[in-house]
């Protein structure tokens, strides 16, 4: 099961105000701190990234983002901690 988006976690802006067309989708980000709920969208989160188009047309770093509008994505599995090998170094 996935987790809920929280605070820091990696996402993609899959859309927006105005739907799947918006200036923002398929953008990187990251999240930040919860911003409160809206009427109409619920959560409402400030997330962090490059090129982020404002609803005021600015061109930012940051914007506020419904948290329907993300799609988190994962961290990169690492490999198990148990399963570590030695090896020898040789000069």
Do not use: F
């Amino acid at each position: 099961m996935n987790e809920p988006i929280r605070s820091g976690d990696a996402a993609e802006i899959i859309a927006g105000a105005l739907g799947t067309t918006g200036p923002n989708v398929g953008k990187r980000v990251r999240v930040g701190m919860l911003r409160g709920e809206h009427s109409q969208h619920g959560r409402i989160s400030r997330v962090h990234g490059e090129g982020l188009v404002t609803e005021y047309g600015a061109i930012g770093t940051e914007v506020d983002c419904a948290q329907a509008w993300l799609r988190k994505i994962e961290p990169p599995k690492g490999p198990d901690q148990a399963a570590s090998t030695s090896r020898e170094v040789t000069p």
